[in-house]
């Protein structure tokens, strides 16, 4: 289990979350945006799915692996319906909260097939860069974690195919190499059952080299709210800038839509491969000027090496 690497996705996804949610009222341009002009007076408040992606982080640093039921009371428990969270997710939250049964009331949703929405896929990517090197194990607890939420198969699929990809970030990152676009966009493939959303990821891949608005155009950028709408793009986001967050984080303004969440998605990939690395990783003035995580959030639940913890603290801590 990678430790490191899963905090270092969960600050790229805070970040990303925050930027995005951000970004509109800040009267900026993309220009201004990628020279660093932005306003940093008041912290950048993150949404729901930093706050989600926390009680992911926070089971796996406790128990190593997803237990649905304890994940589901954990979100709904935790839950604060001003941090943007969807209509049908508020509903489903506060009747778990109530004592309703997680899948009675997650497969209940659009006629009793379940929700393909993006809210599974906007959390996972920390749970992906924790298993780099079991990408069938990153699979395999991502749908766990999607389920008790989103239970339709392509709410499922989108979460799976962002812990793949995270995955094949972070195992890059320790294997000290980084693969080109396609090989990595095949790296999710290889591992993804079929789906519309699977479907997209062929075609993201037939899309490397497009614009950032051929690319929007053509799978989506999460307007829709459905995982088919926004993972595709958010794959070949990541592919496309790997080796550069501020530029992926940028592409993902740039495209629109829904910027808060395919900023989390695209920011928690490429920071498992990133880091915090001066230049190329999560600027540490974007860290600073990201709202502190939750209070109850916890990483020295099971702290990482002694050598890095004080840094890995500091840097999920944001200000004081």
């Known amino acids: 289990m990678h430790i490191d690497s899963m905090l270092d996705s969960l600050a790229g996804l805070s970040v990303g979350d925050a930027l995005g949610q951000q970004f509109p009222v800040m009267r900026r341009s993309l220009t201004q945006l990628r020279a660093g002009e932005l306003p940093t007076e008041r912290p950048w408040a993150w949404t729901d799915d930093t706050e989600m992606a926390c009680s992911v982080v926070a089971e796996l640093l406790r128990n190593g692996s997803i237990d649905q039921d304890r994940l589901a009371a954990a979100f709904a428990r935790r839950f604060q319906p001003h941090?943007?969270?969807?209509?049908?997710?508020?509903?489903?939250?506060?009747?778990?909260?109530?004592?309703?049964?997680w899948r009675d009331v997650a497969g209940a949703l659009f006629e009793n097939q379940g929700s393909r929405g993006n809210g599974a896929a906007m959390r996972v990517a920390p749970l992906g860069a924790f298993y780099a090197g079991d990408p069938g194990r990153a699979a395999a607890e991502a749908a766990r974690s999607a389920e008790v939420t989103h239970m339709h198969p392509?709410?499922?699929?989108?979460?799976?195919a962002v812990a793949l990809a995270a995955a094949g970030a972070a195992r890059a990152r320790l294997a000290g190499n980084?693969?080109?676009?396609a090989e990595f966009v095949d790296s999710v493939l290889g591992h993804l059952g079929d789906s519309e959303t699977r479907g997209l990821i062929r075609r993201a891949r037939s899309l490397l080299g497009a614009s950032t608005q051929e690319a929007a155009n053509e799978l989506g950028n999460g307007s829709r709210v459905t995982a088919q709408d926004t993972v595709p793009f958010t794959i070949w986001a990541a592919a496309t800038h790997l080796g550069d967050y501020p530029a992926a984080v940028a592409t993902c303004i740039e495209a629109d839509g829904d910027i808060d969440t395919t900023g989390a998605i695209v920011g928690g990939i490429v920071a498992a491969?990133?880091?915090?690395?001066?230049?190329?990783?999560?600027?540490?003035?974007?860290?600073?000027a990201r709202e502190p995580l939750p209070g109850w959030f916890d990483p020295d639940r099971r702290p990482p090496r002694p050598s890095r913890f004080a840094r890995v603290r500091r840097r999920l801590a944001g200000p004081s």
Request: net charge positive; charged share 15%; proline share 9%.
């Open 83 to 101: 941090r943007d969270y969807g209509f049908n997710t508020v509903g489903v939250l506060r009747r778990i909260g109530a004592g309703a049964h």
């Open 154 to 160: 392509e709410g499922v699929a989108g979460a799976v």
């Open 178 to 181: 980084r693969p080109g676009p």
């Open 273 to 288: 491969h990133t880091g915090d690395r001066p230049g190329t990783g999560v600027p540490q003035w974007w860290l600073a």
